[in-house]
Nanobody, 125 residues
């Protein structure tokens, strides 16, 4: 079992920055591929970024490349999302996800078995 708790969301002006954190409980964090997804009102939950167990492989959605950075600290059981140059279209609830298996695409929300409660990010223009 993996329990996930996100934090760090808030209201920021366009061009600003935020850092999201996702703290995981349980002894399986270092065995989990971790990801961030987001869901805007009226839209499907979409992939943002993912990081392999060791942190050596990282994947991003095209819409966030060069602005958002995912990282993890296995000693602290925490995954981060550094968000720079934020745009109004980044406004969404951001969810942390974890997966233990290798099945399915790393970019697919259906591949993740564990989710946090989400944290709201609002970017004003």
């Amino acid at each position: 079992q993996v329990q996930l708790v996100e934090s760090g969301g808030g209201l920021v002006q366009a061009g600003g920055s935020l850092r999201l954190s996702c703290a995981a409980s349980g002894r399986t964090f270092s065995s989990s591929v971790m990801a961030w997804f987001r869901q805007a009102p009226g839209k499907e939950r979409e992939f943002v970024a993912a990081i392999s167990r060791s942190g050596g492989l990282i994947y991003y959605a095209d819409s966030v490349k060069g602005r958002l950075t995912i990282s993890r600290d296995n000693a602290k059981n925490t995954v981060y999302l550094q968000m720079n140059s934020l745009k109004p279209e980044d406004t969404a609830i951001y969810y942390c996800g974890a997966r233990l298996s290798e099945r399915g695409s790393i970019r697919s929300k259906g591949s993740y078995g564990y989710w946090g409660q989400g944290t709201q990010v609002t970017v004003s223009s």
